[in-house]
């Protein structure tokens, strides 16, 4: 089985900033794509930013210039660094990875992984 754990929200004022943290734990070969996804009440969850595993990121158009993600494949751990944040970033923020796991000697599965989700509220 395969896991992953967010951490870093919490409630912060308008200008401020946050670091969020993913970390994938269990049987793990390899993790290919990760992201970050966000979902505010009364509406859907969206991507807010993705990476691959050579690093290559991208960003929702509201995010850009403000927020950063970046993954540390050692770790099995991916971050999202946002800052200036603005009310309308209140949400639940929710990792997602694709993580390989080796089934047999020559048989992989790639799983798609969420987790529980961690709240990140902008107020004054």
């Known amino acids: 089985q395969v896991q992953v754990v967010e951490s870093g929200g919490g409630l912060v004022q308008p200008g401020g900033s946050l670091r969020l943290s993913c970390a994938a734990s269990?049987?793990?070969?390899?993790?290919?794509?990760m992201g970050w996804y966000h979902q505010a009440p009364g509406k859907e969850r969206e991507l807010v930013a993705h990476?691959?595993?050579?690093?290559?990121?991208n960003y929702v158009d509201s995010v850009k210039g403000r927020f950063t993600i970046s993954r540390d494949n050692a770790k099995n751990t991916v971050y999202l660094q946002m800052n200036s944040l603005k009310p309308g970033d209140t949400a639940v923020y929710y990792c997602?990875?694709?993580?390989?796991?080796?089934?047999?000697?020559?048989?992989?599965?790639?799983?798609?992984?969420w987790g529980q989700g961690t709240q990140v509220t902008v107020s004054s």
């Open positions: 997602n990875a694709q993580i390989v796991s080796r089934v047999s000697t020559y048989r992989y599965r790639e799983s798609d992984v």
């Open positions: 990476i691959t595993e050579d690093g290559t990121a």
């Open positions: 269990g049987s793990i070969f390899s993790i290919n794509d």
